[in-house]
């Protein structure tokens, strides 16, 4: 069979057929729309390579399947950077393998696979690919050289995803060691980092359990951002209290794999001084949304460029504004004796000893689940 196939790129003459494909190949709520083909194929026409099946009699050889991508500047995949073709971007985000259904089980989407990436290996200015895909699918791309992530923060349809990627490393020998530590200075400024959700133990997996401390490196959650925020060690975990003020919606939501922390019993990393961070940025002054609208967090400026009443800063990313993160009473206040009661009565409980404290109300706070962490 395979020995009848061709591969080149999928024409727009050939896109109503890829849709039919995918329709047929995905659950209604998986399979991409025909408008998304046609921009793919009009915007990433290059990474849309199709198998195609000569006919015994001649004629036009017939679409039997195809692989669609996009390309992005982001090593993770994230709705965002899946939704948007970035021209110059170093990785591929495949969206679809997909074969006609009277041609399963023939050996065709590994062939295909195995083609498509020996192309995109040629090309100098592809890093690597990038792919989400069911559990039961994931041995069929190990087969092909893709290395499990893990869990996807991806949510597309009723079923989880997880994340698979395949590395190009063409460089060896000298030249590799000599570009070895610029790579590795740059991934520890901007790295990919997951949200607490992907964590299986939640925030204990990165709290070292001698300090109370951050034991990895904190990042922007902004996938295409994801400048570093915090180094290890520098904050230190508390919890909330059930009076800590609700912070406005993020312009654009993060997912994550599990539900947002309780407020009563919302977790903080800690910062003592504004010099502890490596990057952030502060809003000016704000009333707190219990005193206005989210929609106006940053509360009406008077005449003199101050707000009314005004004390809260909010934490934002200082590379690309993206927040809020977390907050900062501009007034200092001390919780006091509230803190000390809630603190003491945790130290002297049955197995409380090890849980953290509550905040104090001096500090800079970042909020646990607005934050992406070093995996």
Known sequence: MTDRISYKRVQASDIRRAFEIEKAGFPEDEAASLESLEYRQANAGNLFLGAYETQEHGGTPLLIGYVCSTATRSPILTHDSMSTHEADG???????????????????????????????????????????????????????????????????GARPWFELRRDFRRQAGAEADKVAPTSDKEGDVRSPGRLLGWFEGGIDQVVDSATGTNRVNLYCPRAECRCLLLRAGAGKYVQGT??????????????????????????????????????????????????????????????????????????????????????????????????????EARRGGEGMASEAPVRKGREFLLAVERVRYKA
Not at 243 to 266: F, M, N, Q, Y
Not at 317 to 327: K, R, T
């Open 90 to 156: 170093p990785y591929i985000a495949i969206h679809s393998v997909c074969v006609a259904q009277t041609h399963l089980r023939k050996g065709i989407a590994s062939a295909l696979l195995r083609e498509y990436l020996a192309r995109l290996e040629r090309d100098p200015a592809v890093q690597g690919a990038r792919l989400i895909a069911h559990e039961e699918l994931v041995p069929l791309y190990q087969k092909v050289g893709f290395e499990l992530v893990g869990p996807s923060e991806v949510q597309h």
């Open 242 to 343: 059930s009076k800590d003020l609700e912070l406005p919606d993020l312009p654009r939501p993060i997912s994550a794999p599990a539900p947002p922390t309780p407020s009563s019993k919302r977790g903080y990393w800690s910062v003592s001084s504004p010099l502890a961070f490596e990057n952030i940025g502060f809003s000016r002054n704000a009333l707190p949304p219990s005193s206005s609208s989210s929609s106006a967090a940053f509360g009406p400026v008077s005449s003199q460029g101050q707000q009314a009443g005004a004390n809260i800063k909010y934490l934002t990313c200082a590379d690309c504004d993206h927040g809020p993160l977390g907050w900062h009473d501009t007034e200092g206040r001390d919780l006091g004796m509230e803190v000390q009661a809630e603190n």
